[in-house]
């Protein structure tokens, strides 16, 4: 239980007589079975139950998390929002009690703060890849080697999606669950290729992928021929 010291000047007839007497208040325990009840990439419920022991009136509970505060009316639950997908808080809640005095006096008086807890916002959509360019000393007459930027805003990339094709318009695609650089291989010799790069979240059984990155084009060489970067 917290204690909450009370310096009480003491009067008489004609006034303060100087002197002061302390008393000790507790507030109260911490709330109890917190836990995080649902969670999105940008949204978290935490509920939880009164304190056991409260000595006053439960007036608002306080929820930190992050660097982040707020607080809720009485009720035993909050939604945060705003957060960072794929992202993880940790988190305390505490009680503020209204007790009051013998002489009428009301104070504020915050409870224990319950153990510290952690939670982790599910992935998002996540932007698109950036500066996406060929490696001209890797290209050849059947293969060329890509490389890219991570997302500026990954929310739990995990893998990439290498999309190409010819001017015929033959679009193929290859997974690419380690980071750049990638090498593409059976291609036709001088001949002009597109290729984009899209980012990809998957959490459980959903697959999240982001926009095309901006779109590269490129020539492979013949044999007799030196490299062409359109």
Do not use: M
């Not at 945060?80 to 504020?108: C, E, I, M």
Request: glycine share 4%; aromatic share 10%.
């Amino acid at each position: 239980w917290l204690c909450c010291l009370i310096y009480l000047y003491l009067c008489g007839e004609n006034g303060t007589d100087g002197r002061t007497e302390t008393i000790h208040v507790y507030a109260g325990t911490a709330p109890q079975s917190v836990s995080v009840a649902t969670t999105t990439a940008t949204v978290v419920v935490i509920e939880w139950a009164k304190p056991k022991y409260v000595n006053g009136i439960v007036g608002s509970y306080r929820v930190d998390y992050g660097n982040r505060r707020y607080i809720s009316s009485s009720t035993t639950s909050v939604r945060l929002t705003d957060l960072k997908a794929h992202t993880s808080y940790t988190y305390t809640v505490r009680a503020l009690v209204r007790h009051r005095l013998q002489n009428g006096t009301l104070l504020l008086l915050w409870g224990k703060t319950s153990p510290r807890k952690s939670f982790t916002t599910r992935q998002a959509k996540p932007s698109h890849p950036r500066s996406l360019s060929v490696i001209k000393r890797n290209l050849t007459s059947t293969s060329v080697t890509v490389d890219w930027r991570a997302p500026s805003l990954p929310n739990g990339c995990n893998s990439y999606v290498i999309y190409y094709c010819n001017k015929v318009g033959d679009i193929r695609r290859k997974e690419a669950s380690a980071a750049p650089p990638y090498t593409l291989s059976n291609l036709k010799p001088f001949t002009i290729y597109t290729v984009w790069v899209q980012a990809v979240n998957e959490e459980d059984s959903s697959r999240l992928e982001s926009k095309p990155s901006k779109l590269k084009t490129f020539r492979t060489l013949s044999d007799s021929q030196r490299l062409h970067t359109l």
